[in-house]
C-alpha cells in the first residue's frame, strides 16, 4: 500500500491535508514534525508532505525538520510553512513582510513547466496566508510561480522532486488545489490510488485479530456512530468473543435505546443492555451546574461500566472507538490541545486490562462511516448526526427532572422528522431541541399557561469548531411550532436559535 506522510506543524493545517490526499485514494498518515529521518524513512512513504503552521521559521523555537529528511530521495511537498521551512533549511532565506504580505485570494502565474503544474491554466486564483516570504532560493531550486506581491509563490527541484508551495492548496479557495496535489501524488511520487474502504476493512481485521489473539474483548457501546463501527469491525474480527455494553443512561433520544439494541442484537456477539436510568436521575437531581452535570455523568458512566465489567468476568481488551481527528486534536507533537470535551468514553484504563483496542484510530468520520455502511449497518444509523456523550442532561438549561426529559424528547423527535421530512435536514450538520427551564405565559383554547420554552437549533459546521446558524425556511419552521405545541403538552413558546458558534455552542450546557 503507498504510504504518504505528512509531518504536521499545525493541527489544523495537517488534518486537512490529510483529507484531501485520502480523497484521492492514497492512504496517509500525520507525524509530528519532530519524526527524525529515521522514523520516516522505516515507513516506506512515496512522498512527505510538510504542512502549514503558525509560526516564522527563523523565530526562535520555531518547529523543525530533520534535515536529513532531505538526503532520502523521497519526493517532499511543502505547503506555506512547510515550503520556507525547505527553502530555509536547504540554505535560503526566509524574511519577514517586506511588501510581500497576502492574505486571501491571489491571482497567481504558474510556470507550466513544471510538472506540478502542467495540467493546469496558467493563472488561477490561490489561497495564501502568508506573512514572511522567500527572499532567496537554495541552491538547484528555482520560482515556479508568482503573484503580483510574492516573486515565490512556488518553489522547485525538480532534479530532486523537492517542491514547496507559499499558497494553501488544501482549501477550497485555491482554484486548482486538488489538482496540484494530484499532480505531486500521481505525477511526482507516482502513487497508484487505489486504497479503498474494503482496503481499511480487511487490514483492520487483521490488525485486531493480530492485536487480540485468542483474547476477548469489552466495548462501551453509546450509540454513537464510532463505538457503533467499532462493534462491527470487532464482531466481525472476534465474534462473540466480544462483548458490548450498553449503557443506557436515561438521557437518550426518543426510542434511541431501544434503536440501539435492535441494530445490534443481530450480530453474533453478547450484547448487554444495561438500564441505569434511576441511577443516573438519582445523582443528577437538584443539580444544576453544567460543568457539575457533566462530571456526575462522566463517572457514574465508569462506575456502572466497571460494575458490570466485574460481573461479567472482565476481558482482556478494551476497546475505544477513538478516530483520528482525536488523535490529532489531543495535541500531536506541537499542535495545541483544540478540545478538551468530557466524553463519556473516556474510560477506565486501569481494571485489569491487557490493553486498549481502538481500531478507527487512523480513520476521519467519513471514512468510518464508509466502512460501517461496508459491515452492513443500516444507513440510518451510520448517517446519525453526533450526539454528545452526556445526552439530553446538556440539552435541558439547570435541573434534570424525568418530567423534563419526556417533555424534550417528544418535542425534539417532531422537530427532527419534520427536518427529515421535508429534505432540509441533508443540507444540516446537526439539529436538536433544547429545552430552556424558562416559563413564560401564554393562552391555550380559553385558559392561561404557564409552561416552558423550548429553544429548536440547527447548524452547518465542517469541523464542529466554529459553526453557523441553519436558515430553515420559515414554512418548515412554522410547522414545527404548531406540532410541539399541539402535541406536546408543557410547551407554549418556542424559539429558533440564531447565534453561531462562535459567541455561543453548539450544545447549550
Ligand atoms: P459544542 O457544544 O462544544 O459542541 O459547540 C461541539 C460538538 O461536540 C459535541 N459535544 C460532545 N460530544 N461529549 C461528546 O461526545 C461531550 O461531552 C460533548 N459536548 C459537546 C456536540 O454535540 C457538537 O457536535
Redesign the pocket.
Known amino acids: 500500500m503507498d504510504t504518504v506522510l505528512i509531518l504536521d506543524f499545525g493541527a489544523q493545517y495537517s488534518r486537512l491535508i490529510a483529507r484531501r490526499v485520502r480523497e484521492q485514494n492514497v492512504y496517509c498518515e500525520v507525524l509530528p514534525h519532530s519524526a527524525s529521518a529515521e522514523t520516516i524513512r522505516e515507513k516506506s512513504p512515496i512522498g512527505v508532505i510538510l504542512s502549514g503552521g503558525p509560526s516564522s521559521v527563523y523565530a526562535p523555537g520555531a518547529p523543525q525538520v530533520d534535515p536529513a529528511l532531505f538526503t532520502l530521495g523521497i519526493p517532499v511537498f511543502g505547503i506555506c510553512y512547510g515550503c520556507q521551512l525547505i527553502a530555509y533549511t536547504l540554505g535560503g532565506k526566509v524574511e519577514p513582510d517586506g511588501g510581500a504580505r497576502e492574505y486571501g485570494k491571489a491571482e497567481t502565474t504558474f510556470d507550466r513547466e513544471d510538472a506540478l503544474f502542467s495540467k493546469i491554466p496558467e493563472t488561477s486564483v490561490t489561497w495564501m496566508s502568508h506573512g514572511d516570504y522567500i527572499s532567496r532560493l537554495p541552491e538547484g531550486f528555482r520560482s515556479v510561480a508568482t503573484t503580483d506581491v510574492c516573486p515565490t509563490a512556488a518553489i522547485a527541484c525538480e532534479a530532486k522532486r523537492f517542491y514547496g508551495v507559499q499558497f494553501h492548496p488544501e482549501v477550497r479557495h485555491t482554484q486548482y488545489g486538488s489538482e496540484l496535489l494530484r499532480a505531486f501524488l500521481f505525477d511526482i511520487c507516482g502513487a497508484k490510488g487505489d486504497w479503498t474502504v474494503g482496503d481499511i476493512r480487511g487490514e483492520a481485521i487483521r490488525a485486531i485479530r493480530e492485536r487480540v489473539g485468542d483474547g476477548t474483548a469489552l466495548l462501551a457501546l453509546s450509540g454513537?456512530v464510532d463505538s457503533s463501527v467499532a462493534a462491527a469491525l470487532m464482531a466481525e474480527a472476534i465474534g462473540d468473543r466480544l462483548t458490548c455494553v450498553f449503557i443506557d443512561h436515561g438521557l437518550m433520544r426518543k426510542n434511541e435505546g431501544d434503536e440501539v439494541e435492535a441494530a445490534f442484537r443481530p450480530w453474533p456477539i453478547r450484547f448487554v443492555r444495561v438500564d441505569a436510568e434511576e441511577r443516573f436521575l438519582n445523582r443528577l437531581a437538584g443539580v444544576t451546574d453544567p460543568e457539575r452535570k457533566?462530571k456526575i455523568i462522566g463517572e457514574e458512566f465508569i462506575r456502572t461500566f466497571e460494575e458490570k465489567a466485574k460481573k461479567l468476568g472482565g476481558a482482556d481488551w478494551l476497546v475505544q472507538g477513538t478516530i483520528y481527528p482525536d488523535v490529532i486534536e489531543s495535541g500531536l507533537g506541537s499542535s495545541a490541545v483544540i478540545?478538551s470535551?468530557?466524553?463519556?468514553?473516556g474510560l477506565p484504563e486501569d481494571i485489569g486490562f491487557k490493553g486498549i483496542v481502538e481500531p478507527l484510530r487512523m480513520l476521519f468520520k467519513d471514512e468510518v462511516r464508509a466502512l460501517g455502511r461496508d459491515l452492513g449497518l443500516p444507513d440510518a444509523f451510520v448517517d446519525r448526526q453526533?450526539?454528545?456523550?452526556?445526552g439530553l442532561a446538556?440539552r435541558i438549561i439547570g435541573e434534570i427532572t424525568r418530567e423534563k426529559l419526556d417533555i424534550l424528547r417528544e418535542a425534539d423527535a417532531i422537530f427532527r422528522e419534520e427536518l427529515i421530512a421535508s429534505g432540509v435536514s441533508k443540507t444540516l450538520s446537526?439539529y436538536f431541541a433544547a429545552l430552556t427551564s424558562m416559563r413564560s405565559v401564554g393562552v391555550m383554547g380559553d385558559g392561561r399557561t404557564y409552561d416552558y420554552t423550548l429553544a429548536l437549533r440547527a447548524v452547518r459546521t465542517d469541523d464542529?469548531?466554529t459553526?453557523e446558524w441553519a436558515r430553515i425556511p420559515y414554512d418548515v419552521l412554522d410547522r414545527v411550532s404548531s406540532r410541539i405545541v399541539n402535541e406536546v403538552r408543557g410547551i407554549n413558546r418556542i424559539l429558533y436559535d440564531i447565534t453561531g458558534?462562535p459567541p455561543a455552542?453548539?450544545?447549550y450546557e
Open positions: 454513537g457533566r478540545k470535551h468530557h466524553n463519556v468514553g453526533p450526539f454528545p456523550g452526556p446538556i446537526q464542529f469548531m459553526a458558534k455552542t453548539i450544545e
